[in-house]
């Protein structure tokens, strides 16, 4: 009867196994275990890859490289592997202030729980920042605090066992590391730390994803996430040249590896290779052509994005010591960097204290304008977005917004960025200067309040598409408010990994909605001497008018 | 009685309904779920009530069918990626007929009670709208596995540049190929 299984419907979703994480309720958290199935998390490095790093990173990359599943029992940890990760907490409270004050004073206020779009998107409370952290800080507490020590549980302690371990990889991968919790700690505690320490600690004893380390792998290698190599990549960008020279009747030849020239540009793999990227790489071609700017390329620092931060700060300083290896080797002045999220936050945050001071290059100051950065004084390295919102501010671009007219556009902060360097006016500037038709999304959904694409941090693999769906939930429901309200069809940010994920994002929610990034649509709007009449946009879309 | 105004005079139904839909969370999160009503911040809480309002109130009479119908895929949509099983993603639809029920129980006179024709009719609607919600979950499931063959094919592009990318959408028809989505191994 239909009324009875009604009833049985309503009381298996309460009283059985959480749908989320198999963990029963009604019970502690603390004991209530994890349960891995398809779709809730990424695949292991591949053997061939993990035995790479360990090569390479000795003591970075730990355990056996191996053929496993997290479905399985058993995950093959090294026989020590306890040791390995207490004694790898020890050593990081030690090395990391940060890290020690953060296990120590958070007086779980709250404030927290409800900010995280995991949480959000899967109403799961692990997923709560204030639990995510507690997962690491229990154990903390009982094996480095007196309390800890002598009472246990009662002392909000637990030891490091394998299902703890388990519980540290399916959380320590449901987070982006995108801080918004951290804007609304009263504490100013930034769980994203937390998180980069639960997978350092998770590394040491070989368990990790493929989705982050064999674009590493290929970075360390290569240059670049893709693995392109020399060739490929001057040849793809020399296609975008082409097609660049179709659309507007001008002929790019931009320089490689050009020793001498007075800036070196540096931008993700995945714009000159990764569609919608292509389009914001396009875009950059024709800005630097109108400006006539001395600049260069490099096949050897191909690669802006740093899949290091996902991993382990050492394998981040390596991977970041290629950019101002190479701009000292060109000897250029500074570097102007692409339109990334998490370069900017390794850049902004880390790259001066890891592989600086750089104190062979210049503090950046704009040649065409004349502007001196001094925001970037010790990085000498400076965003695209203030780059160009300067040029625009001195009147040296020549625009015709009306070439967007055929998009409506909104803007995507991206969390790198906004809250990891406070980049919120300059792309919005820009926009406002190419484009007519623009909305913000609702306010507390952008700049310091914006919500992740929910696949950062290297959490944009196919096998949890369902996870990244839910994870980005709250950013598309603000998308799909403007969609309803102001007919926006286009959705602007200023990061490579948006502008993939964003892409499947709306596919699924708002699939009326395209992706691009900011500078292609200042690439539509720049008139260039000697053009020929626009017909259609980068992508050969028809302009507005122009449609028959 | 009348259902509609059944609903209507009886309206802590409804409440009844949105608590227990949302009690298909998980337990420690549904508070958080259940407290922030800003429709932004808290986009399950929002479309869960704003979903079962919209078809209380059709059962009411005041709202369409169609424009309740709009709500409930938007929460589908939610529903449909969460891990739910297929039966447990539309479940709550069916918790409205114990809500009606248990308040139909308390009843003491055949005046403020529900009649058994108009029990069943109530009942056969309720059928009629789960039957559309099993299109609206479905189209939901497909969409995701479209989402992520797009987006693998978008990984495995040799020359991506515009024109490029046009000529294979033109050839499309001819350039899809089988792919076991569920076994396959993803990586760059």
């Known amino acids: 009867m239909a009324n009875l299984k009604a009833d049985q419907l309503g009381e298996s979703v309460v009283k059985e196994p959480s749908m989320m994480t198999g963990a029963v309720p009604a019970k502690d958290w603390m004991d209530t275990p994890v349960k891995f199935k398809p779709g809730n998390f990424c695949y292991p490095a591949k053997q061939n890859i993990h035995e790479y790093h360990q090569k390479s990173l000795s003591g970075v990359i730990g355990g056996t490289p191996r053929e496993f599943s997290y479905e399985d029992d058993d995950w093959k940890l090294p026989e020590n592997w306890q040791e390995i990760i207490l004694n790898g907490l020890k050593e990081r409270l030690g090395k990391f202030r940060s890290l020690k004050v953060f296990m120590d004073c958070c007086v779980r206020c709250g404030a927290c729980a409800d900010k995280c779009h995991f949480f959000l ?65 009263p504490y100013g505690i930034d769980t994203a730390e937390v998180t980069m320490m639960g997978r350092e600690l998770l590394h040491l004893v070989g368990v990790n994803t493929n989705w982050i380390l064999e674009p590493a792998a290929n970075s360390n290698r290569t240059g670049n996430h893709m693995g392109l190599q020399p060739h490929t990549f001057k040849d793809n960008i020399g296609y975008l040249c082409d097609d660049i020279e179709e659309i507007t009747g001008i002929r790019i030849n931009p320089t490689f590896n050009r020793k001498g020239a007075e800036i070196l540009f540096i931008t993700p793999s995945a714009d000159v290779f990764a569609d919608p990227g292509i389009y914001t790489a396009m875009g950059y071609l024709l800005l630097f052509e109108h400006l006539g700017l001395d600049y260069t390329w490099s096949t050897y620092a191909s690669e802006g994005g740093n899949f290091g931060l996902f991993t ?84 040296k671009l ?142 050969f879309t028809p302009l507005a008018g122009m449609e028959g | 009685m009348q259902i509609s105004d059944f609903l209507q005079e009886n309206g802590e139904i409804q409440d009844r309904w949105i608590d227990r839909a949302l009690a298909t969370y998980p337990e420690g999160g549904v508070a958080a779920l259940k407290a922030q009503k800003d429709r932004f911040a808290n986009p399950i809480g929002y479309n869960i009530r704003h979903a079962l309002t919209s078809l209380y109130k059709h059962f009411c009479g005041t709202v369409e069918l169609e424009q309740a119908l709009v709500a409930l895929e938007d929460l589908i949509r939610i529903r449909a990626v969460q891990e739910f099983s297929p039966a ?101």
């Not at chain 1, 998107?121 to 007196?146: C, I």
């Not at chain 1, 952008?446 to 950062?456: A, D, L, P, V, Y």
């Open chain 1, 398 to 539: 020549k625009l015709d917004p009306s070439r967007n007219d055929h998009r409506t556009v909104t803007f995507h902060d991206s969390c790198n960025t906004s809250r990891g360097m406070g980049l919120l006016d300059e792309p919005r500037y820009v926009l406002k200067n190419v484009v007519n038709n623009f909305y913000e999304m609702p306010e507390n959904t952008i700049r310091e309040q914006t919500f992740c694409c929910g696949s950062g941090t290297g959490l944009n693999t196919g096998e949890i598409m369902e996870l990244r769906m839910r994870a980005g939930l709250p950013r598309a429901n603000a998308v799909k408010h403007v969609k309803e309200r102001y007919n926006v069809d286009t959705l602007s940010c200023v990061c490579a990994i948006d502008r993939a994920t964003l892409s499947a994002l709306m596919e699924y929610w708002n699939p009326e909605v395209g992706v691009c990034g900011v500078s292609e649509l200042v690439g539509n709007a720049l008139i260039m001497d000697g053009e020929k009449e626009r017909e259609t946009d980068l992508r």
């Open chain 1, 312 to 395: 382990n700060n050492e394998l981040m300083k390596k991977l970041n010591a290629k950019q101002y290896a190479e701009a000292k080797r060109l000897g250029v002045k500074w570097i102007l960097g692409g339109e990334c999220g998490h370069m900017w936050r390794v850049l902004h945050q880390y790259m001066d204290t890891m592989n600086g001071p750089a104190d062979f290059l210049e503090v950046p100051t704009s040649p065409i304008t004349g502007t001196r950065f001094d925001n970037a004084a010790t990085t000498k390295m400076i965003h695209i977005s203030e780059f160009t919102a300067d040029l625009i501010k001195n009147g």
């Open chain 2, 88 to 188: 447990d993603a539309v479940s709550f639809l069916f918790l409205l007929k114990n809500a009606v029920k248990e308040e139909n129980s308390t009843k003491k006179t055949a005046a403020e009670a529900l009649g058994l024709a108009e029990w069943l009719a109530f009942e056969q609607r309720i059928d009629e709208i789960a039957l559309r919600t099993f299109d609206m979950y479905m189209d939901s499931r497909e969409r995701v596995f479209k989402v992520r063959v797009n987006e693998l094919r978008r990984g495995t592009d040799n020359v991506v540049c515009p024109s490029a990318l046009m000529r294979r959408e033109d050839n499309k028809q001819t350039t899809v190929e089988p792919i076991n989505i569920h076994s396959s191994h993803e990586a760059r």
């Open chain 1, 121 to 185: 998107g899967t109403g799961d409370p692990k997923n709560m920042p204030v639990l995510r952290a507690e997962l690491m800080r229990s154990v903390y507490r009982n094996d480095f605090t007196t309390a800890g020590k002598i009472l246990g549980k009662l002392a909000g302690g637990r030891p490091m066992t394998v299902e703890v371990l388990k519980e540290w990889f399916m959380y320590y991968y449901q987070c982006t590391e995108c801080r918004r919790c951290s804007v609304f700690c």
